[in-house]
């Protein structure tokens, strides 16, 4: 199944989309972009210079993704969330001389498989979030996230734990249990694993 990529989009020639995708109106898609199997990909969606992206990710309107962001399998992105990539924000050199590209250090966000970042979280880079994590909406992550890890406020810090349906897991004789799906989780040191699933 071929991509459907609407009319209205800014695609660079460059850029790879894959199987099944569907870009929607008024999105811009920079040179060099790779954009896996069966995602979306919202209005006004806007992904900078050779980012990738993997297969069945969800990125919502008005998203703005700027290289040299990396996003893995599974990803969802909600609306209006912004991956930074400038970690000293400067349109200026210190003799007021406009910055170009060589006045920078570009700097990125990585995501991890099964990853969801909330509605209007801003993520600064340079940072990681783990596969599976939770971003809760209106976050600003300034620090990496773990795996399975749940995160809320301004800025963001841990308050619990998700399984990979993304409900809050709960503490269940020793371990922790998703509640939608029965899933065992333990934990080993300072990170997370799954132990069976039901």
């Known amino acids: 199944m071929n991509p459907k990529v609407e009319d209205s989009v800014l695609l660079d020639a460059s850029a790879k989309i894959g199987d099944g995708t569907r870009v929607w109106h008024f999105a811009q898609i920079r040179d060099g972009v790779t954009i896996g199997s069966s995602c979306v990909i919202g209005r006004n969606v806007y992904i ?20 040299p962001a990396s996003i893995s399998d599974g990803v969802f992105i909600g609306p209006g969330v912004i991956l930074t990539n400038d970690q000293y924000p400067r349109a200026v050199n210190p003799d007021l001389t406009l910055k170009s590209a060589a006045d920078w250090i570009s700097v990125g966000v990585s995501i991890g498989n099964g990853a969801s970042i909330g509605a209007g979280s801003v993520c600064v880079a340079p940072l990681e979030i783990g596969a599976w994590a939770l971003v809760a909406a209106g976050s600003v992550v300034t620090k990496n996230v773990q795996t399975f890890a749940l995160v809320a406020g301004v800025p963001a810090r841990q ?40």
């Open 48 to 67: 900078g210079s050779g980012v990738q992206i993997g297969d069945n990710c969800k990125i919502q309107n008005n998203a703005l993704v700027y290289e």
């Open 159 to 198: 308050i619990g734990w998700v399984g990979k349906s993304g409900y809050k897991l709960q503490p269940h004789n020793g371990f922790f249990r998703c509640p939608k799906t029965g899933d065992l989780y333990e934990l080993a040191g300072h990170e997370l694993r799954e132990v069976s699933a039901q």
